[in-house]
């Protein structure tokens, strides 16, 4: 039990830690394609502690969402990371607190508050970026419960960690199609959550053209570096789910020993730059959607969610 409890807070750790070196590798590797130097995969960190450094300006209109908000934004995607196999492929201590559904409300109700307070400023840009926002959420949570839908017919079950032995055994389920076009489905709700391309640029900095950036305009010192942080953790949560729970279940531990749990950090990091490489090769080559073209992409999204759901149900 002990051990359980100690791994739990280490898999937070790991996600707490190792969020800002993602973005920044990341950010190195879009500058390298680019033929840019860019900046240091370290960079996140240095940015972190200047904000950290720096004196909070809070503006007079706002109300105690807008103060609240950071807190929310970044203990959100690190209770998450309790629930869901990031370590191990085995439940721990709080496995079993929250399903797939459960942890998808708790992130949405982080990116609810970060709404709120951007409106709470009166910042004009806040509210416009606010509402592009939640134009993607609408369009992003039928397909998230599609998602889920499709994963309960697989697994009869929607926890994360039975979830991902139900796609590795029997091995058949990890090829049906159905699964395939799961992975699809959430592959494009992972770019429209975090504002990543075709749907926004992330580092573009025009206050008209921003979507997902725009609601931290307003924040400065601490509550910005929590902001930024937070949304760095719940990229690499989104990204573990894809990996550890949908993609590829393997390489995590399997046995309640130290070495198996300290020898699969490697192995998912590893995972993780995979995929931000991935990630790097799509953005390179797409270009930021306009804003009536971003319903189109969901509605791809949407309508391969419901293909997988139909196909997994008639399959069985």
Same mark, same amino acid.
Not at 49 to 69: A, H, M, N, Q
């Given at each position: 039990?002990?051990?359980?409890?100690?791994?739990?807070?280490?898999?937070?750790?790991?996600?707490?830690?190792?969020?800002?070196?993602?973005?920044?590798?990341?950010?190195?590797?879009?500058?390298?394609?680019?033929?840019?130097?860019?900046?240091?995969?370290?960079?996140?960190?240095? %940015?972190?502690?200047?904000?950290?450094?720096?004196?909070?300006?809070?503006?007079?209109?706002?109300?105690?969402?807008?103060?609240?908000?950071?807190?929310?934004?970044?203990?959100?995607?690190?209770?998450?990371?309790?629930?869901?196999?990031?370590?191990?492929?085995?439940?721990?201590?709080?496995?079993?607190?929250?399903?797939?559904?459960?942890?998808?409300?708790?992130?949405?109700?982080?990116?609810?508050?970060?709404?709120?307070?951007?409106?709470?400023?009166?910042?004009?840009?806040?509210?416009?970026?606010?509402?592009?926002?939640?134009?993607?959420?609408?369009?992003?949570?039928?397909?998230?419960?599609?998602?889920?839908?499709?994963?309960?017919?697989?697994?009869?079950?929607?926890?994360?960690?039975?979830?991902?032995?139900?796609?590795?055994?029997?091995?058949?389920?990890?090829?049906?199609?159905?699964?395939?076009?799961?992975?699809?489905?959430?592959?494009?709700?992972?770019?429209?959550?975090?504002?990543?391309?075709?749907? %926004?640029?992330?580092?573009?900095?025009?206050?008209?053209?921003?979507?997902?950036?725009?609601?931290?305009?307003?924040?400065?010192?601490?509550?910005?570096?929590?902001?930024?942080?937070?949304?760095?953790?719940?990229?690499?949560?989104?990204?573990?789910?894809?990996?550890?729970?949908?993609?590829?279940?393997?390489?995590?531990?399997?046995?309640?020993?130290?070495?198996?749990?300290?020898?699969?950090?490697?192995?998912?990091?590893?995972?993780?730059?995979?995929?931000?490489?991935?990630?790097?090769?799509?953005?390179?080559?797409?270009?930021?959607?306009?804003?009536?073209?971003?319903?189109?992409?969901?509605?791809?999204?949407?309508?391969?969610?419901?293909?997988?759901?139909?196909?997994?149900?008639?399959?069985?």
């Amino acid at each position: 039990m002990t051990n359980r409890v100690l791994f739990n807070i280490l898999q937070a750790l790991v996600v707490l830690c190792f969020s800002p070196l993602v973005v920044g590798i990341l950010n190195r590797l879009k500058e390298i394609v680019q033929s840019k130097r860019g900046p240091s995969v370290f960079q996140p960190y240095r %940015d972190l502690l200047k904000l950290f450094s720096k004196d909070e300006v809070v503006p007079e209109e706002s109300t105690w969402i807008f103060r609240v908000t950071p807190y929310i934004s970044f203990v959100a995607p690190i209770f998450v990371a309790l629930l869901i196999p990031v370590l191990t492929d085995y439940p721990l201590f709080w496995a079993f607190m929250a399903d797939m559904v459960g942890a998808g409300f708790v992130l949405a109700l982080a990116g609810f508050f970060a709404t709120l307070a951007a409106v709470d400023t009166g910042n004009p840009y806040g509210p416009m970026g606010a509402s592009r926002t939640r134009m993607v959420g609408f369009l992003a949570e039928p397909i998230f419960l599609l998602v889920f839908f499709t994963v309960s017919f697989v697994a009869d079950s929607t926890i994360p960690f039975i979830v991902q032995q139900k796609w590795v055994h029997p091995i058949s389920n990890f090829f049906a199609p159905s699964h395939i076009l799961l992975l699809i489905a959430f592959l494009m709700l992972i770019l429209a959550e975090k504002g990543r391309l075709p749907v %926004d640029n992330p580092s573009g900095h025009f206050e008209l053209a921003m979507i997902d950036e725009s609601k931290d305009l307003e924040y400065s010192g601490p509550s910005a570096a929590l902001m930024k942080w937070g949304g760095w953790m719940k990229f690499m949560v989104l990204m573990i789910v894809f990996l550890n729970v949908l993609l590829t279940p393997w390489g995590l531990a399997s046995t309640l020993d130290w070495s198996a749990v300290l020898l699969a950090i490697p192995l998912v990091l590893l995972k993780v730059l995979g995929f931000v490489i991935f990630l790097v090769l799509i953005e390179s080559s797409l270009a930021k959607l306009r804003l009536f073209r971003i319903s189109e992409f969901m509605s791809a999204a949407f309508v391969i969610a419901v293909v997988a759901m139909l196909t997994s149900a008639f399959s069985w």
